[in-house]
C-alpha cells in the first residue's frame, strides 16, 4: 500500500486480489468501513515504490503534475508485461480543476467527481441492467439510481481489458462520453474505486473474488417457473399445478404473487385466501414443485408489525417530512395510503423481518422468495430525501437491494438452507454473494422489448451477476387470444430456454384496475391455443434436455465467476467482429443462441465467431453462418468443435 498527500488531499493505492488495484481519495485521511460492496481481498504480492504499485499484471503510477496552481496528482494504469497504458485519470483543465473534484456540502460530505481519459474504439459492457437497448455503452449517460427496470451495478468492463468498479451506492451518474468518462457522487465522503486487468473471463473472476462468489445454483431452481400476475386463492394456485402435471408439462416453481399477504408488512398468508398453506405446499412437494412467495419491503401504516418497526427505528426515515415513500392500495381500505419500507441496512431490522418470515413462511416449507419491489419502489423517486441506519440516502440508497438480499440470505443459511435463490427486481455489486437472482422488471409485452432484453441480460451477465432471468411474453400487456402476440411469445420462451433462469411471468389482458382484486389474464402454457401451446411445450422439454449442461455452467459461475449467458467476445476477444455482435450469445462456452427477435421472420443473419468449427444444432451440419433458417418451431443453435448436446428430442 502506498499513499501520496498534496495538501488536504490524500490518496491510498493498495492491492486487493490479484492483478487489482482499490484507489480511495480522501480529505485529510482516508475514511475506514464506509459503505461499499468489496469483501476482504485473497492474497496478492505487490511490489510497492514511493509513487507506484505493482500487482501482477496490472501496474498503477501516481504522477505530480506541476501546474500555475501547484502540483495535481495524477494516476495511470499500465500493463505490467508491456508497459501499454490501460486508462489514466484526465484533468478537467489546466488550471483547475484536475482529474478529482469535491465540492464541500457540509459535515464530511461532498459531491465528487472522478475524470478518466478517453479513447478512441473504445466500448464499455456492464453498468447493471438498463433498458436503452444498447451492449456497448461507449457515449451514454447513466443515473446511478435504482428503479424499477433500471438497476445500477457501478462495474464496467472494457474492451482495452480491464475492469473498474465504482465502489460507492451514492446516487449520481457515470458520462461515458467522447472526450472523458467521468464518475459522480451527488454527496459521498470519498472517492473509492477498484481496478483489475486481462481478458474478459479473467476480469469477471476477479470481480468475483472482490465482490463476492454467487453460491451454486440449487438444481430444482434450473427449470421453469410458472407465475401469472396473480393467483387469487390457495385453490387457484394449486389448480394450475394440477393441471400443469395432468398434461404431462415440467415445473418446477410456482409461484403466489403479491396481495396473497393480508397487509403490506405482515409477511403472511391471508387465511381467507391461503386457507391450509401447510397442505398447499406438502401437495406441491409431492408433484416436485417449489412454491415461491412474493415479499415487499413496503410496510402499511394497518401491518399488525407497523407501530413496533416504527417505535423501535427498524423503518426507512426521511430527511424532511414524514417518512412515508409509495402509496399503496391495500386489503381493508377503499383509497390509497403512504407506505414506507423497512430498513434492510439495521441489523436488528434485517433480524425482525427475517423472524417474521420464518415463523410464517419458512417453517412451513418455503425456500424461494420473490424480493420484489426491492429498488426500494419510491413514489416519487426521492432517494436523497431518504435516511438509513448505514447513512443518508444521497450516499448509501443504492445498496438497498444488496442489503435486503442479506437478510434472507443470511436468515435462510441460519436456519439450515443451503439452496437460497432469492429473485429480486433490483441489485448492485455485490447482490450474487446472497443468492440473488436478478429479473429485468416490468417491461412491455413488445418485440422491441424482447430485443432489449438480449443486450440487458448480457450486461447483467458483465456486472457479477450470474442469475438472471425476463418475464417471458412480457410484463406489461400482451393478448393471449391475438395470434401476432402469440408468435411473440414462443419465440420469447424459444430465448428463455436458454437464459440462466426459465421464467414465464406477466399481467396478461384483459385487465383490471390495480387493487386487491386485481388477477390479469390467463398465462399458463395452454392459454395461447394448441398450435402456441405445442410449441410452447416443446420449448420446456427443450430446457429439461439441456439442464445438466446449464448446471456444469452454473458450477463454473459458483467457482470461478463465469457467466452461464455471455457474450460472444468473451470467449473470442480476438475476434474483432465479436465484439460487435449484441443480439446473439453464448450459453457456456460451447452453444451458441442466435433468437428470432422480428415479427414474421423464418430466417436470421447469423456471425459465428473465428477460432471454432460450429455445427448446426438441428441438422449436424458444419455452418458458416450467414442466413440461416429459422422456421416458428426452431431457434438457430450452433455447437462449438464438435460439442455433443441433446437439442433435438
Not at 557 to 581: C, I, K, N, Q
Request: aromatic share 10%; hydrophobic share 40%; with cysteine.
Amino acid at each position: 500500500m502506498i499513499e501520496v498527500r498534496v495538501r488536504h488531499e490524500v490518496i491510498r493505492i493498495e492491492p486487493w486480489g490479484p492483478d487489482s488495484l482499490r484507489v480511495r481519495v480522501g480529505r485529510h485521511g482516508i475514511t475506514e468501513d464506509l459503505p461499499g460492496a468489496l469483501v476482504a481481498p485473497k492474497p496478492a504480492e505487490a511490489q510497492e515504490s514511493e509513487h507506484q504499485v505493482v500487482n501482477g499484471s496490472l501496474t498503477a503510477t501516481v504522477e505530480l503534475v506541476g501546474t500555475d496552481t501547484g502540483v495535481v496528482p495524477v494516476l495511470s494504469f499500465t500493463r505490467t508485461d508491456t508497459g501499454a497504458e490501460l486508462f489514466s485519470e484526465q484533468r478537467a483543465h489546466f488550471w483547475w480543476p484536475g482529474p478529482r473534484l469535491r465540492e464541500e456540502r457540509g459535515g464530511g460530505y461532498a459531491r465528487l467527481e472522478q475524470r478518466f481519459h478517453a479513447y478512441e474504439g473504445e466500448r464499455f459492457f456492464g453498468l447493471g441492467q438498463h433498458t436503452h437497448g444498447r451492449l456497448d455503452q461507449k457515449g451514454m449517460v447513466l443515473d446511478l439510481v435504482q428503479r424499477n427496470g433500471e438497476v445500477s451495478i457501478p462495474f464496467v468492463l472494457s474492451s482495452r481489458g480491464y475492469g473498474l468498479l465504482w465502489n460507492s451506492p451514492a446516487v449520481g451518474r457515470v458520462e461515458l462520453a467522447e472526450n472523458g468518462t467521468r464518475w459522480v457522487a451527488d454527496s459521498a465522503r470519498q472517492i473509492d474505486y477498484w481496478v483489475t486487468a486481462g481478458s474478459p473471463l479473467q476480469i469477471l473472476s476477479r470481480y468475483a473474488d472482490a465482490t463476492g462468489h454467487t453460491p451454486m445454483l440449487p438444481e430444482w431452481a434450473s427449470g421453469f417457473w410458472q407465475s401469472k400476475l396473480r393467483y387469487r386463492s390457495q385453490q387457484e394456485l394449486l389448480e394450475v399445478a394440477r393441471e400443469h402435471k395432468r398434461r404431462g408439462l415440467p415445473m418446477s416453481v410456482l409461484v403466489a404473487d403479491f396481495f396473497h399477504w393480508t397487509h403490506l408488512g405482515d409477511w403472511r398468508f391471508d387465511p381467507a385466501e391461503w386457507p391450509d398453506p401447510d397442505a398447499m405446499i406438502a401437495e406441491l412437494d409431492s408433484l416436485g414443485i417449489r412454491l415461491m412467495v412474493s415479499i415487499w419491503p413496503s410496510v402499511s401504516p394497518l401491518s399488525s408489525n407497523y407501530a413496533e418497526m416504527r417505535d423501535r427505528g427498524l423503518l426507512v426515515g426521511t430527511e424532511h417530512g414524514l417518512p412515508a415513500h409509495a402509496p399503496w392500495h391495500d386489503k381493508g381500505f377503499d383509497v390509497e395510503m403512504p407506505v414506507t419500507f423497512y430498513d434492510p441496512t439495521n441489523p436488528e431490522a434485517r433480524e425482525f423481518v427475517w423472524e417474521t418470515v420464518k415463523r410464517n413462511y419458512y417453517d412451513r416449507g418455503v425456500r424461494a422468495f420473490w424480493l420484489d419491489a426491492c429498488e426500494p419502489e419510491l413514489q416519487p423517486g426521492h432517494p436523497h430525501n431518504l435516511s438509513f441506519h448505514s447513512g443518508p440516502g444521497s450516499e448509501v440508497a443504492n445498496s438497498y437491494p444488496l442489503a435486503s438480499a442479506q437478510t434472507f440470505h443470511e436468515g435462510s443459511r441460519t436456519a439450515g438452507a443451503d439452496d437460497v435463490v432469492l429473485l429480486c427486481r433490483s441489485a448492485w455489486a455485490g447482490s450474487q454473494r446472497y443468492g440473488a437472482a436478478l429479473w429485468s422488471g416490468d417491461i412491455p409485452a413488445t418485440w422491441d422489448s424482447l430485443r432489449t432484453q438480449v443486450r440487458a441480460g448480457l450486461n447483467v451477465a458483465l456486472s457479477g451477476i450470474p442469475w438472471w432471468t425476463t418475464d417471458i411474453g412480457g410484463f406489461h400487456g400482451g393478448d393471449p387470444d391475438l395470434p401476432e402476440y402469440r408468435e411473440l411469445i414462443v419465440r420469447w420462451f424459444q430465448y428463455g430456454v436458454f437464459c440462466p433462469l426459465f421464467r414465464l411471468h406477466g399481467v396478461r389482458d384483459p385487465r383490471g384496475a390495480f387493487g386487491p382484486e386485481m388477477t390479469g389474464g390467463p398465462n399458463e402454457v395452454w392459454s395461447y391455443g394448441p398450435e402456441a401451446g405445442e410449441l410452447i411445450a416443446s420449448a420446456l422439454w427443450l430446457r429439461e434436455r439441456i439442464r445438466p449442461y446449464l448446471m456444469t455452467q452454473m458450477r463454473a459461475a459458483h467457482e470461478h465467476g463465469t457467466p452461464p449467458m455471455r457474450p460472444l467476445f468473451t470467449e473470442f476477444p480476438d475476434d474483432s467482429s465479436a465484439w460487435e455482435v449484441d443480439d446473439e450469445f453464448l450459453l457456456g462456452p460451447d452453444l451458441l443462441v442466435a433468437p428470432v427477435l422480428h415479427a414474421g421472420a423464418t430466417s436470421r443473419h447469423v456471425y459465428l465467431p473465428s477460432g471454432a468449427q460450429w455445427t448446426d444444432a438441428w441438422t449436424g451440419e458444419v455452418s458458416g453462418g450467414g442466413l440461416v433458417e429459422a422456421p416458428l418451431d426452431r431457434i438457430p443453435l450452433f455447437l462449438r468443435d464438435g460439442t455433443k448436446l441433446p437439442i433435438s428430442g
